[in-house]
């Protein structure tokens, strides 16, 4: 029995000093060695763009209210008259009751968002159309068509749209439109054409592109 003891003794030992090492005692001089904290699984992964929608980081934080104000102008070419009056229902704080600015979408912001666009944008495509903007340096909707295009846009080449889409989609999100996309929104601006013409109101076509790019998800959000 003794012997058996003792040989699970030495068994053990030998298995102990195989798996944990001696470090020989540093010579005078000599650093110790540090372990590297980023061995092994230690390190957090970042997770699978596949599985964030193709982003990784922080997720997207809609505009303020002085943010989208100011996209708007920039981008439409004028701004909303009505903003001011809504702000504090947008979420701007008013350092009474309200502390923080919220930034987080929600139904109220996205329909009065929409009334907004509405506003600017049919606006805006009038003033294009309008006689007196012939000039392009004076028109934002339709930058890229020739002086003289803007009346019956049923008339524009597959080119010609899909160029001023093109624009467009940088102007409002920083970002082109490109493949299949583009092709859908080069559908949806040929029928708002054609539409627009039969009810005799050809600044439609545009204002419904400018109210479709300024309500997306990419126009309010960073």
Same mark, same amino acid.
Request: aromatic share 6%; net charge neutral; proline share 6%.
């Given at each position: 029995?003794?012997?058996?003891?003792?040989?699970?003794?030495?068994?053990?030992?030998?298995?102990?000093?195989?798996?944990?090492?001696?470090?020989?005692?540093?010579?005078?001089?000599?650093?110790?060695?540090?372990?590297?904290?980023?061995?092994?699984?230690?390190?957090?992964?970042?997770?699978?763009?596949?599985?964030?929608?193709?982003?990784?980081?922080?997720?997207? /934080?809609? +505009? !303020?209210?002085? =943010?989208?104000?100011?996209?708007?102008?920039?981008?439409?070419? $004028?701004? &909303?008259?009505?903003?001011e009056?809504?702000?504090?229902?947008?979420?701007?704080?008013?350092?009474?009751?309200?502390?923080?600015?919220?930034?987080?979408?929600?139904?109220?912001?996205?329909?009065?968002?929409?009334?907004?666009?509405?506003?600017?944008?049919?606006?805006?495509?009038?003033?294009?159309?309008?006689?007196?903007?012939?000039?392009?340096?004076?028109?934002?909707?339709?930058?890229?068509?020739?002086?003289?295009?803007?009346?019956d846009? /049923?008339? +524009? !080449?597959?080119? =010609?749209?899909?160029e001023?889409?093109?624009?467009?989609?940088? $102007?409002? &999100?920083?970002?082109?439109?490109?493949?299949?996309e583009?092709?859908?929104?080069?559908g949806?601006?040929?029928?708002?054409?054609?539409?627009?013409?039969?009810?005799k109101?050809?600044?439609?076509?545009?204002?419904?592109?400018?109210?479709?790019?300024?309500?997306?998800?990419?126009?309010?959000?960073?």
């Amino acid at each position: 029995m003794r012997r058996l003891l003792l040989s699970a003794f030495l068994v053990l030992g030998v298995a102990a000093c195989e798996k944990t090492p001696v470090t020989p005692p540093p010579v005078d001089g000599q650093l110790e060695p540090v372990v590297n904290p980023h061995e092994g699984d230690s390190a957090a992964q970042l997770p699978d763009p596949e599985l964030q929608d193709g982003r990784v980081g922080r997720a997207p /934080r809609r +505009l !303020t209210v002085n =943010q989208l104000g100011r996209s708007i102008e920039v981008a439409v070419g $004028r701004p &909303w008259a009505g903003l001011e009056n809504l702000a504090t229902t947008l979420g701007r704080a008013d350092y009474a009751l309200v502390n923080i600015e919220s930034t987080e979408p929600n139904l109220v912001f996205a329909k009065f968002l929409e009334d907004g666009a509405r506003e600017v944008c049919v606006a805006q495509a009038a003033a294009d159309v309008n006689a007196s903007a012939t000039d392009p340096k004076l028109r934002v909707l339709s930058r890229t068509l020739p002086t003289g295009a803007v009346g019956d846009l /049923r008339k +524009l !080449t597959d080119a =010609q749209v899909r160029e001023l889409l093109v624009y467009l989609s940088t $102007r409002f &999100w920083g970002v082109p439109l490109e493949g299949e996309e583009l092709t859908r929104w080069a559908g949806f601006f040929t029928q708002a054409a054609a539409r627009a013409e039969t009810i005799k109101k050809r600044d439609q076509a545009l204002a419904a592109v400018c109210i479709g790019l300024m309500t997306d998800s990419r126009f309010l959000t960073y």
